[in-house]
């Protein structure tokens, strides 16, 4: 079984550059969540998709992050333009909602550096 | 405001030996709580978890104790391995689909 897809797995960029992070969830998993980990706030959510549609983007920091889930095996997180502090590994996670209580699955991440 | 409250950075144990790790919350409302394990360069992996109508639960070497009216939960893995060298964090959950996680404890099991 493939787990959960994340590309790329490392990103440097440049400040004001456009990033785009892509996220393919576990086949069958209908919610899909984008943390981000920093030393200093540990790992927090962004923004999570239920059946596609965005639920909740209280996390997202400011307008220059925008999340898209198109169809349910693709997701992308989208940081224009960006700025050295987003320098940080983005994971993407899934789980099948069914009830109330779920297992999230997480990819390996994606290392940014903005310069 | 932190409601999931890991305050041991990291700890260093023997082989062989117990690690107890420990995790505090603040929010009456999370009623499912989750120990996680990351390894550098790779994403968190579920190791267990426990609902709040338990006070524990065991997976072969590790077991998960909650206790509600402290708010605490703690991990123990008996016996401990090098392999368990890993960041260890914590989420709870309350309701909804949002985990929130506390900000991890870093184990080293020494040969």
């Known amino acids: 079984d493939a787990g959960v897809i994340q590309s790329p797995r490392h990103e440097v960029t440049e400040m004001g550059q456009e990033v785009t992070l892509r996220c393919k969830p576990i086949s069958g998993h209908n919610s899909l969540f984008w943390y981000r980990q920093t030393m200093m706030r540990g790992l927090e959510l962004l923004i999570y998709?239920?059946?596609?549609?965005?639920?909740?983007d209280s996390g997202m920091p400011e307008d220059r992050f925008s999340a898209k889930m198109p169809n349910a095996s693709f997701s992308t997180l989208k940081i224009q333009p960006s700025e050295p502090r987003d320098s940080a590994v983005y994971f993407c996670?899934?789980?099948?909602?069914?009830?109330?209580?779920?297992?999230?699955?997480f990819g390996p991440g994606t290392r940014l550096l903005v310069l | 405001d932190q409601q999931v409250k890991q305050n041991s950075p990291s700890l260093s144990v023997q082989e062989g030996r117990i690690s107890i790790l420990n995790c505090d919350y603040t929010?009456?409302?999370?009623?499912?709580f989750l120990w996680y394990k990351k390894y550098p360069a790779e994403g968190p992996t579920f190791l267990i978890s426990i609902s709040s109508i338990k006070d524990k639960n065991e997976d072969g070497r590790f077991t998960v104790f909650l206790n509600k009216s402290a708010k605490h939960l703690s991990l123990h893995i008996v016996p401990s391995q090098p392999g368990d060298s890993a960041v260890y964090f914590c989420?709870?959950?309350?309701?909804?689909?949002?985990?929130?996680f506390g900000k991890g404890t870093k184990l080293t099991v020494n040969p």
């Open positions: 929010n009456s409302m999370f009623d499912y």
């Open positions: 989420a709870a959950n309350g309701g909804s689909e949002k985990l929130v």
């Open positions: 996670a899934s789980s099948l909602v069914g009830g109330i209580q779920e297992t999230q699955y």
């Open positions: 998709f239920n059946n596609n549609v965005p639920i909740d």
